[in-house]
């Protein structure tokens, strides 16, 4: 009797024993499956934030000191069935900047104080009203907002940047010069936001874990108050689970993340699907903001940083080489279950690589850096928006006049819009439709900022557009894109800008041969047919950036090179719809880093 007493409560305490272990157990999977929800919160608070900057729709939200506005999130409990969890997510987004949307930096428009832009990789805020059309660069107008360190940013002297959670100031204006090189930054003393100092302009503070700069001299007013302080657009969002346990324990995640605009150009080539390169040549890059690109390794303005992307395709090729070499990086994937590596001949002279003195009769060992190869390509898609407000050419049609033509006005405040339907030839009779110069006579040339909207097709036979150094040119057409060969004929953009010549087609032709560029003509500009399969059939230059459906290059001794500014460059076109993205996401686990969000 007594050792059956004993056994019944040894067991009846390894039960209790048991219990206890298994509900701490059960109380610490909860937590962990409320800690998941509340960052699923958090990310879902980020996505209303972004979508709200990009929309400049902050209808329901709480505003506050002109730029900063609130939302609170309510999530019905039944979307996690039995478990009883409460959910809930704030947002904060800094620096929308009332009903004035956060834009790109233009030439253009006539900007007011406290208008904010983004200009070269830096958001820059209007001090003053600029006499003429003053770049940001000019610190008489414009003051830099302090935010990360970014390689391809084109800082100027006053810039702060942080790197390494330390704040820096620019003194040599520079691109790609890592703080502390004390050639270029020198350290900034900057503490966090204290309610007892006296702030002087230009001093940094930090606050919810970034820099702010004074730009008003004052006391006790904390960032983000955008009447006396200067930052880069961010969202904070927490996300909030409440699990229903004794006591009610809360999980919660705060994410910040900063904005930036998406570049539609982060490739030297990209494709949707194939890129195909049966030709020898080379890609490389450059920096047109720094100057002319110069072919010799010695010089600083030959890089190693263009990509070339190819995805969503069925074959093993989604970027294939032959004897191209490629100084950067390429990058595929596929739409199969098992994704794929670039194709390439690795007996031929083919190579990817970052050593620029690599030269076609001695490629780097081995041919193919695989830490220069990824599965993982973005190939921007962005809508062509319908041009609006083109006007007839000045003939009083929307027919383009044979021979010489020219459009645009030096210095104009705004672009001139053009609406083309046809080209004349010998006088009245139309000889195609959409914009077709035919012979060497029929020469447009661009004077000031111009966009044409072609219904049709963008030919050259013996033609030319030539962009004079005081013009830009945005050509958006429906057509087929047909440059014939020759070395006198085709796009001649004096600027030497590739930002300045826009070529972009809705068209879906996506046959190999239906968009080409053959002329021998430098090309400086950036082409954007994400429908369509171009191909350059020559053995051309290549300044800027290609983005298609399909690209390719058949043709020997092709030479590309990308220009890096156009990651940076923000929107390109008027009317290609750029959106903002995240361009930096960080969980605040820090105390010092997060803030009260409502």
């Known amino acids: 009797m007594l050792v059956a007493l004993s056994c019944v409560t040894v067991l009846g305490i390894a039960m209790v024993a048991f219990l206890a272990v298994s509900n701490q157990a059960m109380k610490l999977s909860n937590r962990g499956y409320a800690q998941t929800i509340s960052r699923n919160l958090a990310e879902l608070g980020l996505e209303r934030g972004l979508r709200a900057f990009n929309d400049n729709s902050f209808s329901g939200w709480t505003l506050a000191n002109a730029t900063t506005a609130s939302l609170a999130l309510t999530v019905s409990s039944d979307r996690y069935g039995t478990s009883g969890i409460s959910a809930a997510a704030n947002v904060r987004v800094d620096h929308y900047w009332d009903t004035r949307k956060a834009t790109v930096w233009s030439a253009l428009p006539t900007y007011a104080v406290n208008d904010f832009v983004w ?28 935010d990360n360190w970014s390689p391809y940013a084109n800082y100027r002297i006053g810039n702060i940047a942080v790197s390494g959670g330390s704040a820096y100031r620019c003194t040599a204006d520079h691109i790609g010069q890592t703080p502390p090189n004390a050639s270029y930054w020198t350290a900034i003393t900057a503490a966090s936001w204290s309610a ?37 657009p961010v969202i904070y969002s927490e996300g909030i689970a409440t699990l229903p346990e004794g006591g009610g324990t809360t999980i919660k995640t705060q994410l910040r993340a900063t904005l930036a605009p998406a570049p539609l150009f982060p490739n030297a080539l990209g494709a949707t699907k194939d890129i195909i390169m049966n030709s020898s040549g080379y890609i490389d890059s450059y920096n047109s903001v720094l100057g002319a690109y110069s072919a010799a390794p010695a010089t600083t303005n030959r890089g190693s940083s263009a990509v070339v992307a190819g995805g969503d395709t069925a074959v093993s090729n989604a970027v294939a080489l032959a004897n191209m070499r490629v100084y950067g990086y390429l990058a595929a994937t596929s739409n199969n279950t098992s994704p794929y590596a670039p194709r390439y001949t690795s007996s031929s002279s083919s190579f990817v690589t970052g050593n620029m003195s690599a030269t076609a009769g001695s490629p780097p060992t081995p041919r193919i850096d695989l830490t220069r190869v990824t599965r993982s390509p973005h190939v921007p898609r962005f809508e062509i928006q319908t041009v609006s407000g083109a006007n007839v050419l000045p003939n009083g049609t929307t027919v383009l006049d044979d021979n010489a033509t020219t459009l645009g006005t030096a210095g104009a405040s705004s672009p001139a819009i053009y609406s083309i339907t046809g080209t004349y030839d010998s006088g009245t009779a139309i000889l195609r439709d959409g914009l077709y110069l035919d012979d060497a006579a029929d020469v447009l040339t661009i004077d000031g900022p111009v966009i044409l909207k072609v219904t049709g097709q ?28 020759g070395s006198t004929n085709g796009i001649q953009n004096l600027t030497l800008d590739p930002k300045k010549c826009l070529i972009a087609g809705t068209s879906t032709d996506n046959t190999y041969g239906d968009h080409y560029y053959r002329s021998t003509l430098p090309f400086y500009g950036v082409i954007y047919m994400p429908d369509a399969y171009f191909s350059t059939f020559t053995n051309g230059v290549f300044y800027g950036a290609i983005s298609g459906k399909n690209v390719r290059f058949p043709n020997s001794g092709m030479a590309f090179h990308y220009d890096t500014s156009l990651r940076t460059a923000g929107r390109v076109g008027t009317f290609i719809d750029g959106p903002y993205l995240t361009a930096e996401i960080r969980e605040l686990s820090d105390v010092n880093e997060r803030v009260t969000l409502p």
């Open 196 to 232: 007892a100092t006296a702030y002087a302009v230009d001093e940094v503070a930090w606050s919810g874990g970034l820099p702010y700069r004074c730009i008003v001299a004052h006391t006790n007013q904390a960032p983000p108050n955008a009447s006396y302080w200067l930052g880069a």
């Open 119 to 146: 200009y070269q990789g830096v958001w820059y805020l209007c001090k003053s009203v600029p006499v003429g059309r003053e770049a940001p660069s000019n610190t008489t107008y414009w003051t830099a907002a302090p």
């Open 458 to 485: 963008l030919g050259m036979d013996a033609g030319k557009i030539t962009i004079s150094a005081t013009g830009s040119l945005e050509i958006y057409f429906t057509g087929q894109f047909l440059v014939e060969s």
